[in-house]
């Protein structure tokens, strides 16, 4: 198995462009989750998706949309990126059931918005 | 709003020692806790998962404990070494994602 895989790795864009980041996982999990990294902030949740075509709001959603049509993948779309969005991504992934749902993170895709 | 707290945010031992790394939540109402390791540049790679119903999980040279009634996990790491040089997250469980504490940066000096 992969297991969660992002791409891209590293990213620049400028104020206003907008972008993909995309997130797949071969391990069957029903939850997916998007999480940004920023420093003395530690991670913070920005949408998550209990299953295919169900997707809700984290902790920090603003500037960012994203959507589910299939188990295995969940891409999370910057509209039109500011410099506050500069961060590190990390997409996770974990089973439904209790008892089972140990969490597993993707490499992480570095975003720099000049 | 969940808070997870974790101390000291960094520490160096020289190798061989045995440490403990310690992580407090505010709400007991938890599904699980799991620790994690990040080394600089990377992701998460999962160390423990505890479920909210046991009291202590151990993976090799590594026991992490709970006790959800006090909000308190620490993470045991015995006989140190420079490899286990990295940042430990401690994140909580209490629905469909986690809570993340800030991390305690731990550095291992031969």
């Known amino acids: 198995n992969a297991g969660v895989t992002q791409t891209p790795k590293f990213q620049v864009l400028k104020t206003g462009q907008s972008m993909t980041l995309q997130c797949a996982q071969d391990?069957?999990?029903?939850?997916m989750s998007w999480y940004r990294q920023d420093p003395g902030m530690g991670l913070r949740l920005i949408h998550y998706?209990?299953?295919?075509?169900?997707?809700d709001q984290g902790e920090v959603p603003n500037g960012y949309n994203v959507s589910r049509s299939t188990t295995e993948d969940f891409p999370l779309r910057l509209l039109s990126a500011a410099p506050s969005q500069t961060s590190v991504y990390f997409c996770?992934?974990?089973?439904?059931?209790?008892?089972?749902?140990?969490?597993?993170f993707g490499p992480g895709t570095r975003l720099t918005v000049l | 709003k969940q808070e997870v707290t974790q101390i000291p945010a960094a520490l160096s031992v020289p190798e061989g020692e045995n440490l403990v790394l310690n992580c407090s939540f505010t709400d007991s109402a938890i599904y699980n806790l799991q620790w994690f390791r990040q080394d600089p540049g990377k992701g998460l790679t999962s160390l423990l998962l505890?479920?909210?119903?046991?009291r202590e999980q151990t993976s090799g040279r590594l026991n992490a404990s709970l006790d959800k009634s006090s909000g308190r996990s620490t993470l045991y790491i015995a006989a140190s070494q420079p490899g286990d040089s990295a940042t430990y997250l401690c994140?909580?469980?209490?629905?469909?994602?986690?809570?993340f504490g800030k991390g305690t940066s731990l550095l291992v000096t031969p």
């Open positions: 391990m069957n999990h029903e939850y």
């Open positions: 998706s209990v299953g295919a075509g169900i997707t």
């Open positions: 996770a992934s974990r089973p439904r059931d209790r008892g089972r749902d140990e969490q597993f």
């Open positions: 505890i479920q909210s119903s046991q």
């Open positions: 994140a909580v469980g209490a629905g469909y994602a986690l809570n």
